[in-house]
């Protein structure tokens, strides 16, 4: 026989382990919702998703998208707000006018940020390191000088370089056009819709190559158009990823392609169950591909040295 000691005891395990489960029947039955902003209507590729169905989110299960998508910059804020408003569990932003109107929008909700510029000297954290603050994320363009140092040893007798003008072109490239000897030529785009003057542009300001560097939210449409009309127009040209060279670009040089989508994955995980993002380090591509296009080399009677084709991952013949 139980006793009467015994019986309470038993009883008040036995609430307490009922009480856990209904706790963790209840979260496992939650839907999280995270917000996605960006301007141009790309979604979210599968390579993030197969890294989130690795952590145990299903989309349309345990949790969903709530997109927002602006046709211009000037439409962001309000696009940020309204995800404000619906209290989403977290944003992921694309590009840093959409990272931006997030941090405007809130700070309290947390903010995973894919960007292609420095995102200290954007104002978006305090440091890589320790962000602080409701957001973290992946820095795509730390990088950019790069592209102008590949280009100058590919074509060392190049002093004028053409590139679209945006406001937040990472200082890099200046700094290195500088050390370089190259002069950069600005050429103002304002929009997708300016692209197909560029290239007539770049040859009026008397540019002796171009340089296309990785501006989220006008080029991922119009990247291939790019390089093949750099070759149309016989300018040689570098973009940052391979499709452009692919597509006529002389040269590409870049972060393989969907290698931060895992990682943003792994952020919002980690958010979703709990941690701040303040605390997440913010991530920086680890891998880059350098992919030569002979074809257009020979096509503009240009020589690329052997030292840089040793070095590419890629050459087109």
Avoid: C
């Avoid at 895992?262 to 997440?280: E, Q, S, W, Y």
Wanted: charged share 20%; no cysteine.
């Amino acid at each position: 026989m139980i006793d009467r000691r015994t019986f309470v005891t038993l009883s008040a395990g036995a609430l307490l382990l009922l009480e856990s489960l209904a706790v963790r029947a209840q979260q496992a039955e939650r839907v999280y919702r995270i917000g996605f902003l960006r301007v141009g209507k790309l979604t979210i590729p599968q390579p993030f998703w197969d890294s989130m169905r690795e952590f145990g989110w299903v989309e349309g299960k345990n949790v969903t998208i709530e997109p927002r998508y602006a046709d211009r910059e000037d439409q962001l804020p309000i696009l940020a707000a309204q995800l404000v408003k619906s209290k989403v569990d977290v944003i992921l932003t694309n590009g840093t006018p959409s990272a931006k109107a997030a941090k405007q929008a809130t700070n309290t909700i947390p903010i995973v940020f894919s960007v292609g510029d420095d995102p200290i000297g954007t104002g978006l954290v305090a440091s890589l390191g320790r962000p602080d603050g409701n957001l973290t994320g992946f820095a795509y363009g730390l990088y950019e000088e790069k592209l102008l140092e590949v280009l100058k040893t590919a074509l060392p007798r190049v002093a004028r370089v053409a590139y679209p003008a945006f406001p937040d072109l990472h200082p890099a490239i200046l700094r290195a056009a500088q050390a370089l000897g190259v002069q950069m030529k600005a050429i103002t785009v304002q929009g997708p819709e300016d692209l197909a003057y560029f290239y007539a542009a770049a040859r009026n300001a008397n540019a002796e190559a171009v340089l296309i560097p990785d501006i989220a939210w006008s080029f991922p449409n119009r990247l291939e158009d790019l390089g093949a009309e750099a070759l149309t127009n016989r300018l040689p040209a570098i973009g940052y990823e391979r499709k452009f060279a692919e597509s006529g670009g002389l040269l590409s040089y870049g972060p393989t392609r969907f290698q931060h989508w895992p990682r943003l994955a792994a952020h919002v995980d980690k958010i979703l169950k709990g941690a701040k993002p303040g605390d997440l380090p913010v991530e920086q591509a680890t891998k880059s591909e350098l992919v030569i296009n002979l074809k257009t080399a020979k096509a503009l009677g240009l020589t690329i040295p052997e030292s840089v084709l040793l070095r590419a991952d890629e050459v087109i013949q």
